[in-house]
């Protein structure tokens, strides 16, 4: 079991990235990506989790109606769109695996047993 993601970078405020997570080791419809953030001295936090059997997502309100995730079954890989990103949103990125299909409503890191490396996003003001 494998993530990587990829797609962080520094963007002004009100700008846009596009983050991937790549996965690889298990079968594409049978799980739940989780993205999560986390900024210096501050916890983990679910931004957003996604089914990749059904496509029900779950956002934080933190980032409901500025980010969207979706994915491609094709290449195993999962998106997160951000929009109109904010200084706040800096952190460093990180995707998760889960294999229990209700997970993606509760989107809590420590239900997620797989991650990625992470990928930093920073926000300039």
């Known amino acids: 079991v494998q993530l990587v993601e990829s797609g962080g970078g520094l963007v002004e405020a009100g700008g846009s990235l596009r983050l991937s997570c790549d996965v690889s080791?298990?079968?594409?419809?049978?799980?739940?990506i989780g993205w999560f953030r986390q900024a210096p001295g501050k916890e983990r936090e679910g931004i957003s989790c996604?089914?990749?059997?059904?496509?029900?997502?779950y956002y934080a309100d933190s980032v409901k109606g500025r980010f969207t995730a979706s994915s491609d079954a094709s290449t195993n890989t999962v998106f997160l769109q951000m929009n109109s990103l904010k200084p706040e949103d800096t952190a460093i990125y990180y995707c998760?695996?889960?294999?229990?299909?209700?997970?993606?409503?509760?989107?809590?890191?420590?239900?997620?047993?797989?991650w990625g490396q992470g990928t930093q996003v920073t926000v300039s003001s």
């Open positions: 996604y089914s990749t059997d059904h496509g029900g997502t």
């Open positions: 998760a695996a889960d294999f229990r299909s209700q997970t993606w409503r509760s989107c809590l890191a420590r239900d997620f047993g797989s």
């Open positions: 080791g298990f079968t594409f419809g049978y799980y739940t």
